[in-house]
């Protein structure tokens, strides 16, 4: 019996190893940010990380800089606070990943109309409410200390690539914010998103078009316990009216407010048993872009 217990402990030792790996994939991001957290001691090459992130399922970030909400609130301040880009680029955090030069571009681009990358959000409703959403406060970007209290509650959202299919767009956000310890268990619940969902909005968000999907989860996954992320905390639902309080609309990212209308519409159309194109709008931080004067330099 002996050569089966070291057996059996060497495989549960390795699923440990293994779990972990993936775990770390999300604390950091990417495989090279995992490896240099731990100093390069991790046990394990760069192609065997990524064979052990493909054998747990797990679907890899859209570039190397996902940080879709680290532009929207820099483009959130650069708005209100009505600066030079310059100037409010100086008062960023060193934990801040975006180059100078790439706010630029996306600034000059959303005063232009101009969209360049893709990007998706979900609105994810528990089984018996389709008019609540799920929310959560952001965690993933840099405290700014710019003397006014901008929004951190947001949609699951994120960016997304344009060679890879809708539902592994969106598997991408579920597991990277919504279903996180599932997909590190290798539980991720990927029979939620039919391969032929379509979107209800397409949202310019920055220089972002994002594709709106709603996702109705059944009874089984629409427990707020049952949501984990690296990225998000402090999961709820709210109702779309309650969302769009004036009261609470200073405490939500750029365009979760034109989500939540968006979706307010569709769900009257589907009321009706209309069935329509999907909805295109430009985000309110996008119009207000578009209305600044200041003079941008590349």
């Known amino acids: ?13 390795e699923k440990e190893f293994e779990r972990g790996l993936v775990e770390d994939y999300f604390k950091f991001g990417t495989v090279e940010s995992a490896l240099r957290a731990n100093d390069y001691n991790t046990p394990v ?9 493909d054998k747990y399922q797990v679907i890899k970030a859209a570039g190397p800089n996902n940080k879709l909400t680290e532009a929207i609130l820099f483009c959130e301040h650069f708005v209100k606070d009505n600066v030079k880009v310059d100037d409010l680029y100086r008062k960023m955090p060193l934990s801040f990943q975006t180059s100078a030069k790439t706010l630029y ?18 609105v994810i409703s528990p089984f018996d409410s389709p008019d609540k959403l799920l929310i959560a406060k952001d965690i993933s970007i840099p405290r700014l200390e710019l003397g006014k209290g901008y929004g951190s509650f947001t949609l699951p959202m994120g960016y997304a690539r344009k060679r890879d299919g809708r539902k592994t767009n969106i ?23 039919d391969e032929r969902v379509e979107p209800f909005m397409y949202l310019d968000i920055a220089d972002v078009r994002v594709s709106v999907y709603s996702i109705t989860l059944p009874k089984e996954f629409s427990k707020i316990s049952n949501y984990s992320s690296y990225k998000v905390s402090s999961f709820k639902y709210l109702n779309i009216d309650g969302l769009l309080e004036e009261g609470l609309r200073n405490k939500l990212r750029a365009g979760v407010v034109d989500i939540a209308k968006g979706y307010k519409k569709h769900l009257k159309l589907m009321n009706r048993n209309l069935k329509v194109n999907p909805l295109q709008e430009k985000s309110f931080l996008n119009k207000e872009t578009a209305k600044v004067t200041l003079e941008i330099e590349e």
């Open 1 to 13: 019996m002996l050569p089966e217990m070291l057996e059996a402990n060497f495989k549960k030792k």
């Open 45 to 53: 090459s760069y192609a065997n990380y990524q064979r052990i992130l």
């Open 105 to 122: 571009r996306i600034v000059s681009y959303m005063k232009e109309g101009v969209t360049r990358r893709v990007g998706v959000a979900l």
């Open 171 to 193: 598997d991408r956000i579920l597991q990277s914010e919504v279903f996180t310890k599932l997909t590190i268990s290798n539980e991720f619940p990927r029979e939620l998103v």
